[in-house]
C-alpha cells in the first residue's frame, strides 16, 4: 500500500491519479473538508490526518510500504505555516513512517533547498532531507525546479491573455529549466520501487532551460501578437501580486539554473514538457 500526503493538492492530486491507474492500491492522507472525494472515486481509500497530529500520522502510515509526500504550507495558511507543516509536520511523518516499518520515504522537496538558506521555506526543505536521510528509512528525494504551472501564468500568461504589459523583474535574461508539476508527478510515480531511486535524490527541471524573455516570445507567438514588456529593478513590487513573489521572482534573476534532464528522464522513462507545448495549450 502507497500513502500519499497531501493528496489533495496540485501535484498530490497528481501523483494519487497516476498510482491508480497503475493499479496500485492508494491510500490518501486527507482533511475534513477537504475536496478529496474525486480521488475516492477512482479508488483511493481516506484516513483523515494533519501533519500537526502525530497521532493521525501513526494510524495513517499503519500497513504502508510507501509513503509519497507532497504536502507543503505554500498555499495553505492560517495554523499551516512553514514551521507547522514544513518542519515539524514532515518530523513527524517521517517519524510515523518509520515506526511502521515504512520500506519507502519519497519526499517533494525543491532545487535550492538547503539548511542554511535564508528563505524559511527552502531552510524547512533542507532540514527535512537531512532528516530523512538520517532516519535510516530507504528514502528518495525529489528536487524539481521552478513549476510552470505557477510562474509563467503568474509572471507572464495572466497579463499576455488580458492584453496587458507584461512586468519582470531585472532583464528577464536568466535561464530556469522551467518544468511541468505533471511531469513532477510522472517522477514521483516513477521512482516507487525503483531501483535507481533508492537513497537518492532526483534533480528535476524541463527539456531546455529558457529566459523569461522566452516565455513572453512563446506566448506571442500562441496569441499572434506582440506583448509589451516592462521591466523593475529587483527590490520593486510587481504590481498586483504578493511581495513573496516580488521577493521569489527578485531573486531568480540572481542566478541560472539549467538542468540537463536527458538522462534522468530516459531512466525514469518521463516525457518532459515543452515550454512552448504548455503555453499553447493554456492559450487553447
Not at 488580458?162 to 505533471?182: A, K, M, Q
Request: hydrophobic letters at 45%; charged letters at 20%; aromatic letters at 6%.
Amino acid at each position: 500500500m502507497i500513502l500519499v500526503a497531501g493528496a489533495t493538492g496540485q501535484l498530490g492530486s497528481l501523483v494519487t491519479r497516476r498510482l491508480l491507474a497503475r493499479g496500485e492500491v492508494v491510500r490518501i492522507l486527507v482533511r475534513p473538508g477537504s475536496n478529496f472525494q474525486p480521488l475516492v472515486d477512482l479508488g483511493a481509500q481516506p484516513v483523515f490526518g494533519d501533519l500537526k497530529d502525530p497521532a493521525s500520522l501513526a494510524a495513517a502510515c499503519e500497513g504502508v510500504d510507501v509513503v509519497v509526500t507532497t504536502a507543503n504550507s505554500a498555499a495553505r495558511g492560517g495554523a499551516d505555516t512553514v514551521e507547522t507543516v514544513d518542519q515539524r509536520g514532515n518530523r513527524s511523518l517521517i517519524d510515523a513512517a518509520r515506526a511502521a516499518g515504512v520500506k519507502q520515504f519519497v519526499f517533494t522537496s525543491a532545487l535550492g533547498a538547503d539548511p542554511a538558506s535564508p528563505v524559511p521555506f527552502l531552510r524547512a526543505k533542507g532540514e527535512t532531507e537531512q532528516y530523512l536521510c538520517a532516519s535510516g528509512m530507504t528514502y528518495t528525494i525529489l528536487a524539481p525546479n521552478i513549476f510552470m504551472e505557477v510562474w509563467v501564468p503568474m509572471l507572464v500568461g495572466q497579463a499576455a491573455l488580458e492584453g496587458r504589459p507584461v512586468t519582470l523583474v531585472g532583464e528577464g535574461r536568466r535561464r530556469h529549466s522551467f518544468v511541468s508539476v505533471d511531469d513532477v508527478a510522472a517522477f514521483a510515480v516513477a521512482a516507487v520501487g525503483h531501483p535507481q531511486a533508492m537513497n537518492q535524490t532526483i534533480v528535476i527541471g524541463g527539456p531546455e532551460p529558457v529566459t523569461w524573455r522566452d516565455v513572453v516570445a512563446a506566448y506571442e507567438r500562441a496569441l499572434g501578437r506582440p506583448i509589451e514588456v516592462r521591466t523593475i529593478p529587483p527590490g520593486q513590487p510587481l504590481p498586483g501580486l504578493p511581495d513573496v513573489v516580488s521577493q521569489l521572482a527578485a531573486g531568480m534573476d540572481t542566478y541560472d539554473s539549467p538542468l540537463d534532464m536527458t538522462e534522468t528522464a530516459a531512466r525514469f522513462g518521463v516525457r518532459l514538457t515543452p515550454l512552448e507545448e504548455f503555453v499553447r495549450r493554456v492559450v487553447a
